[in-house]
């Protein structure tokens, strides 16, 4: 695969644990364990194709509407990767950021997410987003409300520079597992124009084969911009994008 055509950015709705669980006649929590073996694996692929920023969607301001038990299970999970996977994902030279709305979790937990931030922060190999009690509505409005707070206009600029992921250029290609063809509020400004990519695998069977398969679609997509196909040269997409 040509260095080239390689995203920058990926960006994951990491969809059906649930599922995946159900099938198997397993409590819905142990699709999201299986689902943290698939993210681990994913990073470290990313890592090794040369992508530079990883996002992954892993619970949204609307998951809060799932039953109590399934939702304090999330909670505990991401405690438990906190001290679990950290150690590992700084030896690997990934720099972790959590995306979202903190207010909502627990000081324990927002303790965690701080430490994680602040060990990893030397890191540049892979910008790695956790998106948490992220919304892409949630994170526009916030925006809004701290440039009007500071008195500053509101251009496509200044909000882009106010949003929770402006350390990073947008994604180039988002993907969404297990079969649902939407976004469920995920990067509402930031996917303006990524590459979609659907697959019907439920998340935690999305192995580093399938990452490769998006990738090689990825390759293939000829991104415009908003040209003719005929403008389109890599000068001109460099320039744009
Ligand atoms: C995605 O898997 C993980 C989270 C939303 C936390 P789901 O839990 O939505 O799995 P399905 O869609 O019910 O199969
Ligand atoms: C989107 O999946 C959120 C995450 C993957 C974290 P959902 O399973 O919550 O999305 P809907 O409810 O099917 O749209
Ligand atoms: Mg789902």
Known sequence: MSQARIPHHVAIVMDGNG???TRRFLPRVAGHKKGMDALRACV????ERGVKVLTVFAFSSENWNRPAEEVSSLMELLAAALSREVPQLKGEG???????ER???SDKV???LAQAEADTAGNTRLIFNVCFNYGGRWDIAQAAARLAAQGQTITEQSLDGALA???V???DLLIRTGGEQRLSNFLLWQAAYAELYFSDKLWPEFDSAALDEALAAFAARERRFGMTSEQVTPATVRKVA
């Open 19 to 21: 599922r995946w669980a």
């Open 44 to 47: 470290r692929h990313c890592g």
């Open 94 to 100: 990934v720099r972790i950021h959590f995306v979202g």
């Open 103 to 105: 207010a909502a979790l």
């Open 110 to 112: 927002r303790a965690g």
């Open 165 to 167: 992921l402006s350390h």
């Open 169 to 171: 250029p947008d994604p």
